[in-house]
Structures are given as structure tokens and as C-alpha cells.
């Protein structure tokens, strides 16, 4: 049996009736996960929800636990996990506002752990990653903006920083030289460890501001604030369209 879930990054706390939900404390061999797993009930169907940053937003991208997050979910049988983060837009199609399906990965992260079997390795658990991202999640994913009418690239470089400061000009030409569309700070390890476990696992990006120095003003909190707003409202009728289709 399939079992769904959400990871959400910057704007996204929760998905359903916050008083019908039944919160779960799973203690890893990895250490916590970011918060506590909340089960919700959507239109009959039980969807896990899990805040990345913690129910706080209080941790950082490079102190996320994501052994612990991703071991967490698949200790209560999650299957499927859509990844749904902010990213700044490199490519001029990767406005503010816009989604982003991405289908490739490159990984500028450093000292996280990187893999479950870091103390217990074999040649046999080398995953293949050749495609990071599962293609039937993903096509979930357009389908159900496409129905909705929303702007969605349906495909995309995902480069992950390692944050938690934003990028330098000259980071972000070297990026997108490198054949990247956008840039976040969590789509590594994540994506990886999903892997891993055998967890089918996508992402949906939105895109809440142009890359460092690729407009005429810095990078603002308050504009960024105001876009996630309105583009997470969008992902959650996505979400909500995905769980009933589930
Ligand atoms: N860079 C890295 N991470 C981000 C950005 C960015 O411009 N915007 C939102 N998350």
C-alpha cells in the first residue's frame, strides 16, 4: 500500500484541519526528525506532513537532520514524499511566483551526511541517481497545476547551496554555467537519502525571487515574504488535488 508525504520548506507549516491531526515524536537511530510527524486526514486519505525547518522555522538548511526526517517517514510506511521548497530563479523563464517541477539535481553542499550507510557501507548500496527525481510523482504534480491553471516549469536544474547566506553574483553565473534553472538550499541530501530508502520522492519549487545579482536590487526578505505568501496558497491546492487523486 502507497502512503504519502509532504515535506514543507519556507511558508508551508501544515496542510489540513490543524485539531484533526494526530502528531507522532519518532525517535531514529539518526537522531529527531525536525518536528513532531502530523497525520492528517484529507478527503479520506491519510497524508504525513513534516516541517523541514521545524515547527519553529527555527532550524537551518545545513542543520536539517535529513537522515532523521527521511528515516522518520519511512518508519510510518510513507512511500512517496513531495519535497516542496522555496528556490530563487536563475533562468529569465524562472520568475518570482512561478513553480518549478525540477528533473535534475547538482549538489554544492559540504559536511552533511550525506548517506544511511555511511558506518555500514557495501559496493551494493551505491544508488543509481541518474534520474533524482520520480517521474510519476512529478507527473502528479503537473497534472494537478496544469488543472488549476498555475505557471509551472515542468522541468528544471535544482543546484543546492549550502546556505544558510545567499549566494554571491559570482556564485550564481558559475551555477548557471553549470546548466542550473534554480537554486534552494534543502534539495540536498534529501533527494538522495529518499533514494536510498526506495522512497519515490519529487519536488515542487516555488519560485520566490531572481538569483543573487541577477536583478537590479538585492535580494529582499519582505518581497520574498509576499511571493511565498501568495505561492504557497497555490502549492496547497496542488497538494490538496494530489491527495484527493491519491
Ligand atoms: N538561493 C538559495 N536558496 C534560496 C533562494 C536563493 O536565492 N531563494 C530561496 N531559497
Same mark, same amino acid.
Given at each position: 500500500?502507497?502512503? %504519502? =508525504? ?11 484541519? #490543524?485539531?484533526?491531526?494526530?502528531? #507522532? ?24 506532513? %513534516? ?8 532550524? =537551518? ?75 510519476e510523482l512529478r507527473e502528479k504534480i503537473m497534472t494537478a ?29 558559475? $551555477? ?8 534552494? $538550499?534543502?534539495? $540536498? ?31 529582499? $526578505? ?25
Open positions: 500500500m502507497s502512503k %504519502l =508525504a509532504v515535506i514543507g520548506g519556507t511558508g508551508l507549516s501544515g496542510l489540513g484541519d #490543524q485539531n484533526r491531526n494526530n502528531r #507522532q515524536v519518532i525517535e531514529t537511530p539518526f537522531g529527531l526528525p525536525s518536528g513532531a510527524l502530523v497525520e492528517t486526514i484529507i478527503n479520506g486519505k491519510n497524508i504525513v506532513f %513534516l516541517p523541514r525547518h521545524g515547527e519553529k522555522h527555527t532550524i =537551518a538548511p545545513h542543520r536539517i537532520n535529513y537522515r532523521a526526517n527521511i528515516w522518520a517517514l519511512q518508519a510510518l510506511g510513507v512511500t512517496h514524499i513531495i519535497s516542496v521548497a522555496a528556490v530563487g530563479g536563475i533562468t529569465p523563464d524562472t520568475m518570482p511566483g512561478y513553480l518549478v517541477c525540477p528533473d535534475q539535481i547538482i549538489d554544492y553542499t559540504y559536511g552533511r551526511e550525506q548517506s544511511f550507510f555511511s558506518d555500514d557501507f557495501s559496493a551494493a548500496k551505491h544508488i543509481d541517481f541518474t534520474y533524482p527525481y520520480n517521474q497545476s496544469k488543472k488549476r491553471g498555475l505557471d509551472l516549469i515542468d522541468r528544471g536544474v535544482y543546484g543546492t547551496t549550502q546556505g544558510p547566506r545567499l549566494e554571491s553574483g559570482a556564485e550564481i553565473i558559475k $551555477m548557471a554555467k553549470d546548466g542550473c534553472t534554480i537554486v534552494g $538550499m534543502t534539495g $540536498m541530501p534529501e533527494a538522495a537519502l529518499a533514494r536510498e530508502l526506495n522512497i519515490h520522492y519529487a519536488c515542487c519549487a516555488l519560485v520566490v525571487n531572481r538569483a543573487a545579482g541577477l536583478s537590479d536590487s538585492l535580494i529582499s $526578505m519582505s518581497e520574498v515574504e509576499k511571493i511565498v505568501k501568495v505561492g504557497m496558497s497555490d502549492v496547497k491546492l496542488i497538494l490538496r488535488d494530489i491527495i484527493e487523486e491519491y
